[in-house]
């Protein structure tokens, strides 16, 4: 075990590869750049010198110069030699005198001190001229160059190199520039590709998806602890499951139990009056508790995909009918007037879909706005047509409002296009194959409304429900309905959109793709 932690660097130690990696690579960039003008050096001063270095002229004049019969003469080849580099020459005699010369410039003296000798030699120059001095036993032979051709340093350079210097060094960063950029590129590119696994992986394992990550390299480690996590996570959603079935089961029965005394003390004529409503409260209670462990089971199922969808050719208008005629026999109170509408687009609007599960959804969304408009409410089941893309996520913190149904203005720019727009996040099924248009279904009501405070913390709910499998009671008291809701539109590929204003009523819609 220690030996495994001792080896699991994970992205730090990744990431600390790379940076030493870059490091030592500018380290031999560096290396490289000294070494390459060192040679650029060496060969401008060899093509510079094909007549011969400064010091080679020296001597090859000291060579050349004779004296005969009190006459100095220079041979050819010297001669060849200074012109070739535009040099001059002069000999100075043991008093300081010019005793001869050739081509010197008027501004160099012909009387030299002991002291112009020494300062001249000390700095190679005689009035700017880069001068090379050569001793002889005659006198001290000087040999001078034109202003500028060269600088006196311990190594004697052209002035051409030291000119183009500026040019070199240029170069040299451009070529530096380029490596280091290949390489960022190329490292990039290897980085993306040993962690773009990773971030898969770490989104499927968000979203409840078992994750199995094989990696090599300093990242084995990595993606072992992922499957592992993967694997507990998945252990433990099973066992929350079991739970969940084993409490629901458990319910079910004495849950029957009161249903039938309740149902019983409610039709007997021969109970008072009073107790035949408390029965008829009870049984209503126990038929509330009933939907709400039906709905946990559902959600539960469907986060872990343990609930096959029995998916069939739906008609939706043909659908909400039934539903709305089976909530109006039911004898739901009369404050709670129902309204069905099916636009002229959606009147053959059908979808691929559990008729069963939608059925619940529409179901839900009806409870939701009864039981938020205790004193009363019209509510209204619209289905329309919206053509669009895949729905993206809202931005946090937007929420859409809705038109009301007395006529006022829209507050918010709540058409069905921007709900499309505004929808959840789709199952990756419906965002491999985007649907050309969506079937939305609309519970809408003329109560209480919600505050945009409100919304958000709905939605925030719905998140963590979507991100956790969990489904709290908060938000407002929607509470589980809802959750349920999000869960069966998401198992289609479709979506759920929220929205409201304080006062002016509440809205549900659900999007689903058309067949």
């Not at 401008?44 to 004779?66: I, K, M, W």
């Not at 809802?482 to 304080?502: T, Y």
């Amino acid at each position: 075990m220690g030996t495994r932690r001792r080896r699991r660097g994970g992205f730090a130690w990744f990431f600390s590869k790379q940076l030493l990696a870059f490091l030592a690579l500018a380290f031999l960039v560096i290396v490289v750049d000294f070494f390459l003008y060192a040679f650029i050096a060496v060969w401008e001063s060899d093509q510079h010198f094909d007549q011969g270095s400064p010091a080679t002229l020296t001597r090859r004049v000291d060579a050349g110069l004779v004296q005969e019969a009190g006459t100095w003469t220079l041979d050819g080849e010297a001669a060849d030699a200074l012109d070739a580099q535009e040099a001059w020459a002069l000999l100075v005699d043991a008093h300081g005198t010019v005793a001869w010369e050739r081509g010197v410039p008027a501004d160099v003296p012909r009387t030299f001190s002991i002291n112009d000798v020494a300062v001249a030699a000390r700095y190679g120059s005689i009035e700017d001229h880069p001068s090379f001095f050569w001793d002889r036993a005659d006198g001290l032979l000087v040999v001078g160059f034109p202003q500028g051709s060269y600088w006196s340093m311990s190594f004697t350079y052209p002035e051409s190199t030291m000119r183009n210097l500026p040019l070199y060094v240029l170069l040299l960063f451009g070529v530096d520039f380029l490596i280091l950029f290949v390489y960022v590129l190329r490292s990039r590119r290897r980085t993306l590709r040993t962690v773009t696994p990773v971030t898969s992986a770490l989104e499927d394992l968000s979203e409840g998806r078992p994750v199995e990550l094989s990696l090599k390299g300093d990242l084995r480690d990595l993606g072992e602890q992922i499957t592992e996590t993967s694997a507990i996570i998945q252990r433990k959603d099973r066992a929350r499951e079991q739970w969940i079935r084993g409490v629901s089961h458990d319910i079910r029965t004495p849950l029957t139990m009161i249903l039938g005394y309740a149902d019983g003390m409610a039709n007997d004529p021969a109970n008072p009056a009073d107790v035949r409503a408390q029965a008829a409260h009870v049984r209503a209670q126990a038929l509330r508790i009933k939907d709400l462990v039906l709905d946990l089971n559902s959600a539960s199922q469907l986060s872990s995909d343990l609930q096959p969808l029995q998916v069939e050719t739906v008609s939706l208008p043909r659908l909400l009918r039934a539903v709305v005629a089976s909530h109006v026999n039911e004898g739901h109170d009369e404050s709670h007037r129902l309204e069905l509408v099916v636009e002229e687009d959606a009147a053959d609007a059908c979808v691929q879909a559990d008729e069963r599960l939608i059925v619940r959804a529409v179901e839900n969304a009806l409870a939701n706005a009864r039981l938020h408009n205790g004193q009363g409410c019209s509510i209204e089941v619209r289905l329309s047509v919206v053509a669009a893309g895949v729905p993206e996520p809202p931005r946090k913190g937007r929420f859409a409002f809705f038109r009301s149904r007395h006529g006022d203005a829209d507050t918010g720019g709540g058409t069905q296009a921007d709900a499309a727009q505004g929808a959840g996040s789709l199952t990756r099924k419906a965002q491999e194959g985007a649907p050309n248009a969506w079937a939305v279904v609309s519970v809408s009501d003329d109560g209480v409304g919600a505050t945009p405070e409100e919304l958000a913390a709905l939605e925030a709910r719905l998140a963590r429900a979507r991100m956790d499998g969990e489904a709290e009671e908060d938000a407002g008291g929607h509470g589980l309905g809802l959750v349920l809701v999000d869960r069966i539109a998401r198992a289609h590929g479709g979506s759920l959109v929220l929205k409201g204003e304080p006062g002016r009523g509440f809205a549900v819609e659900v999007l689903l793709p058309l067949a």
